[in-house]
């Protein structure tokens, strides 16, 4: 079945960019998306991106997608503390009906 | 125009018990979605339908899990006999026509003791 790996753990400082890696195994994937997760909340779907796209720019946020080598990544621009979450990783399955997540990169943002 | 809403945030079972997680999608969105996420790990598709129909279940377990989403009401997704490995955190999204954006709810926590 389809697979989606992130790094586990990113350590950044306040003021700084940061960069989240994700790869994935189903080329097919029609859309990836990328989501925060705070603390004992559930997921804030932060940007999304279709797969004819090679970058999608949203305020701070900047999506790149290679799809020949099947990496999709997230950069933060002026990181700010509040920032800090989990972010996860995720591809629309071959059948368009459901999420494939990855575990997820926690992002730790220091002042 | 409420979010994605789920009931109740924090559950507790005992072993043997039957838990029900009730999912109310956002206005307008007839698509809903199951996840469950265990302790450090991604969320993973448990079931998607649309009202009153089942049209993927291929996460569900084959056995004590069932969901519903009847025409009137919330979205059920109801766990029978549970077990301590039932614990977990439970989330319903749901989307519009477009299955491409898939909005989340805050999220059911259950504990199974």
């Known amino acids: 079945g389809e697979d989606v790996e992130q790094s586990l753990f990113l350590s950044v400082r306040e003021g700084d960019s940061s960069v989240i890696n994700c790869t994935y195994t189903d080329s097919s994937s029609t859309y990836l998306y990328w989501y925060k997760q705070e603390p004992g909340a559930g997921l804030q779907l932060l940007t999304y991106?279709?797969?004819?796209?090679d970058m999608k720019q949203d305020q701070r946020l900047t999506v790149l997608l290679n799809k020949k080598d099947k990496h999709l990544s997230l950069r933060i621009a002026d990181t700010q503390t509040g920032d800090s979450a989990i972010y996860f990783c995720?591809?629309?399955?071959?059948?368009?009906?459901?999420?494939?997540f990855g575990k997820g990169t926690t992002l730790s943002v220091s002042s | 125009n409420a979010g994605v809403m789920q009931n109740p945030r924090h559950l507790v079972r005992r072993r043997g018990q039957e838990a029900r997680l009730r999912c109310s999608p956002m206005k307008g969105h007839s698509h809903v979605y199951w996840y469950r996420q265990l302790p450090e790990e991604g969320l993973k598709f448990m079931v998607y339908l649309q009202k009153e129909n089942i049209i993927d279940e291929s996460g569900m377990p084959k056995e004590r899990f069932s969901a519903e989403f009847p025409k009137e009401g919330p979205s059920i997704l109801r766990i029978q006999q549970v077990v301590r490995g039932d614990s977990a955190a439970y989330f319903c999204a749901s989307s519009p026509e477009a299955v491409n954006e898939q909005f989340f709810g805050p999220g059911t926590r259950l504990t199974v003791l």
């Open positions: 995720a591809a629309l399955n071959q059948a368009g009906t459901a999420l494939i």
């Open positions: 991106i279709f797969s004819n796209m």
